[in-house]
Nanobody, 116 residues
C-alpha cells in the first residue's frame, strides 16, 4: 500500500507560480515512477510530468519549459514547480505512484486555478 497526500494548490494570476507537493508513505520501495496528472472540467485526466526511480523525467508538451518535477528522497516528497502559469493550466492536480501497469495509487487531488 502507498499513501499520497498533495498540497500547494490555490488561486494564482496568469504568469504566476505555484509549487505542489506530494508526501509519499507506505511501500515506497515498490514505486517505479511518480507522476503528476491533471483533470480539467469536462476533460480527461492527462499526464503532466513524471519522474522514474532512476531520475528520468518527462513532460507533457504543453508544460515543457514551465513546469519542473523533482523529488526529495530524504523527505519522501515529490514536487511540481509550476511557473508562467496560464488559465488553461486550471485543473485538479493529482499525484500518482506507479507500481505496475495495473497497480497505481492516487492522491486526493489539489485544485489549481489560474485567473485574474
Amino acid at each position: 500500500q502507498v499513501q499520497l497526500v498533495e498540497s500547494g494548490g490555490g488561486l494564482v494570476q496568469p504568469g504566476g507560480s505555484l509549487r505542489l507537493s506530494c508526501a509519499v508513505s507506505g511501500s515506497i520501495f515498490s514505486i517505479k515512477a511518480m507522476g503528476w496528472y491533471r483533470q480539467a472540467p469536462g476533460k480527461e485526466r492527462e499526464l503532466v510530468a513524471a519522474i522514474t526511480r532512476g531520475g528520468t523525467t518527462n513532460y507533457a508538451d504543453s508544460v515543457k519549459g514551465r513546469f519542473t518535477i523533482s523529488r526529495d528522497n530524504a523527505k519522501n516528497t515529490v514536487f511540481l514547480q509550476m511557473n508562467s502559469l496560464k488559465p488553461e493550466d486550471t485543473a485538479v492536480y493529482y499525484c500518482n505512484a506507479h507500481i505496475s501497469p495495473i497497480n497505481n495509487y492516487w492522491g486526493q487531488g489539489t485544485q489549481v486555478t489560474v485567473s485574474s
